[in-house]
């Protein structure tokens, strides 16, 4: 797998705003990498950065505030990831757009050596696991 420029942040600040225009910022950045290098691609395919790009939009417009701010990174087949890490507690969620829509998007949710993963149909399901993020 090849990751392309990953920004590792923690995700615990309460500014919504700022923290879905990081994201956003971040996302944006990835178009601009190179198409492909000796590992596979890694600028993200239209499919992947479109689903993305809807998913947190329609997140932070559900969660305005308490959207907290993502780390990006590409794979070598061109689909995008995004992670939601926090240290206290210990807590990830991570979404995978896939390259093409042969493929679903998933969720992955990681807590005190538990962690699980499901097939996302709408942005509702991020939102959930997402307020599961910031509970304290």
């Not at 971040?26 to 492909?36: A, H, K, S, T, V």
């Not at 479109?50 to 590409?74: C, H, I, Q, W």
């Not at 992955?108 to 509970?135: P, R």
Request: with cysteine; glycine share 4%.
């Amino acid at each position: 797998m090849t990751v392309a420029k990953e920004q590792i942040t923690d995700s615990s600040s309460n500014s919504g705003l700022l923290n879905f225009r990081i994201t956003v910022e971040r996302l944006i950045e990835l178009l601009d990498l190179e198409e492909e290098d000796e590992y596979g691609i890694l600028r993200p395919t239209e499919y992947a950065f479109r689903t993305a790009m809807k998913l947190v939009v329609e997140a932070y417009d559900s969660m305005g505030n308490s959207f907290p701010k993502a780390s990006t990174g590409t794979d070598d087949r061109g689909s995008i990831t995004l992670d939601w890490t926090s240290l206290e507690p210990e807590r990830t969620v991570r979404l995978f757009c896939p390259c093409s829509a042969e493929q679903p998007v998933d969720i992955y949710h990681h807590a005190n050596n538990e962690n699980a993963v499901e097939d996302i149909a709408s942005s509702s399901t991020l939102v959930y696991w997402l307020q599961w993020f910031n509970k304290i």
